[in-house]
């Protein structure tokens, strides 16, 4: 079965231009084209795509806001943010939006089919170049007095007094308790969270490939996330991250 795929942007000529690209594989199908956020959840509860190419600045509803009310329906379909914008803000928005990816509109047609492909079988992707600054981003807010993941995502207000690194680590050993999570599955987050792939944690923790999938799925299901990003998202707001 093929990957049904909704393009979003404003400018008629990209969206040909993705179009021809991703048409070109068997396995994946352009189902619809809208021009701006509000014609693409019209189209997305009508033609029920797999994945979303969405397009940041747009008129009468950009594609950060399109997102949000897209996920906010309950759709199934995961969204690649496609943008010009090199910036921490783009990434940012897009992430707390629910986005599974990001990928630079200067990336070639065959990055733009793998990153369709890679969402549409349930995984999350970024660019590295990005996937090194939102962890460094993370990490830097963590370490910062005061400071934690969740303000460099949602601007909440830091703590008013700093834990010390005992209080620190028993706060997120109550969170991984809280959400369920089993030792194994909390290094496997862990890990995640430091950029590793599967195969590096499956050297890491000695165990098979499958091993690590399963406890990727579990980190996922118990924490809520919607995928590998939003779970190293959550572990950075909770707490354990690790060091």
């Known amino acids: 079965m093929s990957l049904r795929v909704l393009l979003v942007d404003d400018q008629p000529l990209i969206r040909v231009g993705f179009a021809t690209i991703l048409t070109s594989q068997e396995d994946i199908e352009v189902v619809g084209e809208a021009g701006d956020g509000a014609q693409a ?88 170049l990005v996937t090194r600054r939102v962890l460094e981003r993370m990490a830097g807010a963590s370490d910062e007095p005061g400071g934690s993941a969740a303000s460099s995502c949602s601007e909440l207000p830091a703590p008013e007094t700093e834990a010390t690194p005992a209080e620190q680590d028993r706060r997120g050993a109550d969170e991984l308790d809280r959400a369920g999570l089993t030792a194994r599955e909390a290094e496997a987050l862990r890990a995640m969270a430091r950029g590793l792939s599967n195969d590096e944690i499956a050297q890491q923790l000695v165990v098979g490939r499958a091993t690590v999938k399963t406890h990727v799925s579990n980190v996922l299901l118990k924490t809520g996330a919607r995928d590998r990003v939003h779970a190293i998202i959550w572990a950075f707001e909770h707490g354990v991250a690790g060091g």
Do not use: N, W, Y
């Open 41 to 128: 959840l019209d189209l997305a509860a009508a033609l029920h795509p797999d994945v979303v190419c969405m397009d940041v600045q747009m008129p009468r509803m950009d594609g950060i806001e399109a997102t949000r009310r897209l996920l906010a329906t309950g759709s199934r379909a995961v969204v690649l943010i496609l943008t010009t914008f090199d910036t921490d803000e783009a990434l940012f928005a897009a992430l707390s939006a629910g986005a599974s990816g990001f990928l630079l509109k200067s990336a070639g047609p065959e990055e733009l089919i793998e990153a369709v492909r890679v969402l549409g079988r349930g995984d999350a992707l970024l660019d590295p």
